[in-house]
């Protein structure tokens, strides 16, 4: 770059010293001024440049975010498809436990009506004899599944039983024992003959009941 001293001495042969000095300043001086201008429209450019450089990374910003909008709105539909999934097998879950709820009674009570058939002869092994057919009833909001009155020693006797398919729990013991308690308050001076029919006692739950005085009677006995 030419200083202002270069310039000067190139103007001293057609201006005087003094005035080629001032001429020298000025023309440095227009110089810088036109140099700042073309930086300050170099800097213009360049921030242009950044500006659609910004421009596109939104635009990209902006695409993203619809493509996660989408899926989003595609998220909560299977979401809401599961949730229909989910109502729907839970009501065929519910009705398939009603239905066998309904199969295990029809089950529970066919025992009960093949019980009220077999017993008459099968308790004469006890010395027991019926004298009034048994039934089926709610005693104080027990269910009762074998009610009868019987002879027993020349003794009137209160014969109450209860029927579980399999009888592999002490539970169901407790609960035949709990109605049985019922039965004693309807009939305080009465001798009552416990009975729990079933297809299969496992062998300790039979000693259980020995020790309660409750005579398990499996169906392949009276056969």
Same mark, same amino acid.
């Given at each position: 770059?030419?200083n202002?001293?270069?310039? !000067?001495?190139?103007l001293?042969?057609?201006?005087? #010293?003094?005035?080629?000095g001032?001429l020298?300043?000025?023309? %440095?001086?227009a ?11 170099? &800097?213009?450019?360049?921030l242009?440049?950044?500006? /659609?450089?910004?421009?596109i990374?939104?635009? +990209?910003?902006? +695409?993203?975010?619809?493509?996660t909008?989408?899926?989003v ?7 809401k498809?599961t949730?229909?999934?989910i109502?729907?097998?839970? /009501? %065929?879950?519910?009705?398939?436990s009603?239905?066998l709820?309904?199969? =295990?009674? =029809? ?14 002869g099968y308790?004469?092994n006890f010395g027991? #004899?019926?004298t009034?057919?048994? *039934?089926r009833?709610?005693?104080? &909001?027990?269910?009762i599944?074998i ?9 009137e ?11 592999t =729990?002490v539970?169901k013991? /407790? +609960?035949?024992?709990r109605? %049985?308690?019922?039965?004693? !308050?309807?009939?305080?001076? !009465?001798e009552i ?8 006692a496992?062998p300790e *739950?039979?000693? !259980?009941?020995?020790e ?6 499996? =169906?392949?006995?009276?056969?």
């Amino acid at each position: 770059m030419i200083n202002a001293q270069q310039i !000067k001495e190139r103007l001293k042969g057609p201006f005087e #010293e003094q005035q080629a000095g001032v001429l020298a300043e000025v023309i %440095v001086e227009a110089t810088h001024e036109s140099q700042k201008e073309l930086v300050k429209a170099s &800097d213009f450019n360049e921030l242009k440049d950044i500006v /659609k450089g910004l421009g596109i990374k939104v635009g +990209e910003l902006a +695409e993203a975010q619809k493509r996660t909008e989408l899926k989003v709105e595609e998220l909560a539909e299977a979401q809401k498809r599961t949730e229909i999934e989910i109502r729907t097998l839970v /009501k %065929v879950v519910d009705k398939t436990s009603t239905d066998l709820g309904g199969l =295990s009674r =029809s089950v529970g009570y066919a025992l009960e009506n093949e019980a009220y058939r077999a017993l008459p002869g099968y308790l004469k092994n006890f010395g027991v #004899e019926l004298t009034e057919k048994f *039934i089926r009833t709610i005693i104080d &909001d027990e269910e009762i599944n074998i009610l009868g009155r019987g002879r027993k020693n020349g003794q009137e006797i209160i014969i109450v039983g209860e029927a579980e398919l399999k009888l592999t =729990s002490v539970g169901k013991l /407790k +609960e035949f024992e709990r109605k %049985v308690n019922t039965l004693r !308050k309807k009939y305080p001076t !009465k001798e009552i003959f416990k009975i729990f029919v079933t297809h299969f006692a496992r062998p300790e *739950i039979i000693e !259980k009941a020995r020790e309660k005085g409750i005579t398990i009677v499996q =169906s392949f006995e009276w056969i």
